[in-house]
């Protein structure tokens, strides 16, 4: 199994960190790629969009020719795990800073964001979350978080922070407002790992 890490901007290294002990600790054998070009979309089963700059990453998936390759691959059913600005571009609502900002969304999830919305980067704070179905104490590190405002369809809320959502999923979507790259627990990476194995595990064979 490999699972890619989307390489163009922000916290690459620290998920690359938590998911190679996510493999070791599920005893799953696999690899990490960096994504970097879209013929590397093709070589993974998962993707993570790590937390960074939202708009710096979405003109970027557009340079490096990686976003219509991408969306090929969610269509396909690629699971995809997004932290902080990448839980603003699984979004298919975003506030006006995202519309100022000319931040094209990736629209994947049924789900509204708020970019900022906890403050700025002096305003960063940690806090134990219950994950419905991942964690009852999970170390959420929040740095220039967004926050996800609605959610309708099928996306489901799995956390908040007073009464706030910080977590959210829609089938092989899932989202976070924290940063679980930025603690030693890989809770919230087995838990991805897992249910890519399991849709590659359930994906339709090819055979007559």
């Not at 998962?46 to 991408?70: A, H, Q």
Request: net charge neutral.
């Amino acid at each position: 199994m490999n699972i890619g890490i989307l390489s163009v901007q922000g916290a690459v290294s620290e998920h690359e960190i938590s998911m190679k002990r996510a493999f070791l600790r599920r005893g799953i054998e696999g690899k990490v790629i960096k994504v970097k070009r879209a013929d590397s979309l093709r070589e993974v089963d998962g993707l993570i969009i790590p937390g960074g700059e939202s708009s710096t990453i979405s003109r970027l998936l557009d340079r490096f020719e990686l976003r219509e390759n991408l969306l090929e691959r969610a269509d396909e059913g690629m699971n995809i795990m997004g932290t902080c600005a990448g839980a603003i571009l699984l979004a298919k609502e975003g506030d006006h800073s995202v519309g100022r900002t000319d931040t094209e969304l990736l629209g994947l999830m049924d789900m509204s964001v708020v970019r900022n919305s906890f403050g700025r980067q002096r305003e960063s704070f940690e806090r134990h979350l219950e994950v419905s179905g991942i964690a009852r104490d999970f170390p959420g590190v929040f740095i220039r978080a967004p926050s996800i405002t609605r959610v309708w369809g099928d996306c489901r809320a799995l956390s908040s922070v007073e009464g706030i959502v910080v977590a959210a999923q829609e089938g092989n979507y899932l989202a976070l407002s924290f940063h679980p790259e930025l603690t030693g627990d890989t809770r919230i990476h087995e838990y991805f790992l897992d249910r890519t194995k399991s849709s590659i595990l359930h994906r339709p064979s090819k055979n007559c």
